[in-house]
T-cell receptor, first 113, second 111 residues
Framework: DAGVTQSPTHLIKTRGQQVTLRCSPK?????VSWYQQALGQGPQFIFQ???????QRGNFPDRFSGHQFPNYSSELNVNALLLGDSALYLC????????????FGQGTRLTVV | TQLLEQSPQFLSIQEGENLTVYCNSS?????LQWYRQEPGEGPVLLVT?????EVKKLKRLTFQFGDARKDSSLHITAAQPGDTGLYLC???????????FGSGTRLLVRP
């Protein structure tokens, strides 16, 4: 049973560029959340998707957007990249009725130069 | 302002010693989770506690949720080098779907 998979694992982008990160949830899970983890910090909630809609959003600018597909996989898009966007981006999946049982992927390490 | 404060931030101990990590807040949480994260990996869920005063044991790890559901602790007995990692607490509030994480406790267990 594959867990949560994210791609790519590492990415280097230039300021001002756009990036798309991808996530496949754990088999059977229907809810996907995205988190940003800066170096030395705990993860910060970006948003959560369920039934292809954004269910809740954290304190992140509109440059951060997402999408969930009918197969429950998800994408995180970040436009107009800033140096401060450099972080580990984590995807977590869960079942809607067990939101507290979140399983995380290994993350995508984004470096903006 | 960090909603969940973890202490200590760093801990370096000898194999065989005991330790306790704390997670404190002024807010009430409907549930609280503990995760362990290793370098280059995502957090791995260790336990979820939902009832005030609840105590859960996972081998040498003991987790407690405060009576008022505002704080939690993780106690490790006879620590081993394999326990080394970043320990994160995360809480969920009523009417919210997001997990609020603490900044973590970085544990190093020396052989």
């Amino acid at each position: 049973d594959a867990g949560v998979t994210q791609s790519p694992t590492h990415l280097i982008k230039t300021r001002g560029q756009q990036v798309t990160l991808r996530c496949s949830p754990k088999s059977g899970h229907d809810t996907v959340s995205w988190y940003q983890q800066a170096l030395g910090q705990g993860p910060q909630f970006i948003f959560q998707y369920y039934e292809e809609e954004e269910r809740q959003r954290g304190n992140f600018p509109d440059r951060f957007s997402g999408h969930q597909f009918p197969n429950y996989s998800s994408e995180l898009n970040v436009n107009a990249l800033l140096l401060g966007d450099s972080a580990l981006y984590l995807c977590a999946s869960s079942l809607i009725q067990l939101n507290t049982e979140a399983f995380f992927g290994q993350g995508t390490r984004l470096t903006v130069v | 302002t960090q909603l969940l404060e973890q202490s200590p931030q760093f801990l370096s101990i000898q194999e065989g010693e005991n330790l306790t990590v704390y997670c404190n807040s002024s807010s009430v949480f409907s549930s609280l989770q503990w995760y362990r994260q290793e370098p280059g990996e995502g957090p791995v869920l260790l336990v979820t506690v939902v009832t005030g005063g609840e105590v859960k044991k996972l081998k040498r790890l003991t987790f407690q949720f405060g009576d008022a559901r505002k704080d939690s602790s993780l106690h490790i007995t006879a620590a081993q080098p394999g326990d080394t990692g970043l320990y994160l607490c995360a809480g969920e509030m009523d009417s919210s779907y997001k997990l609020i994480f603490g900044s973590g406790t970085r544990l190093l267990v020396r052989p």
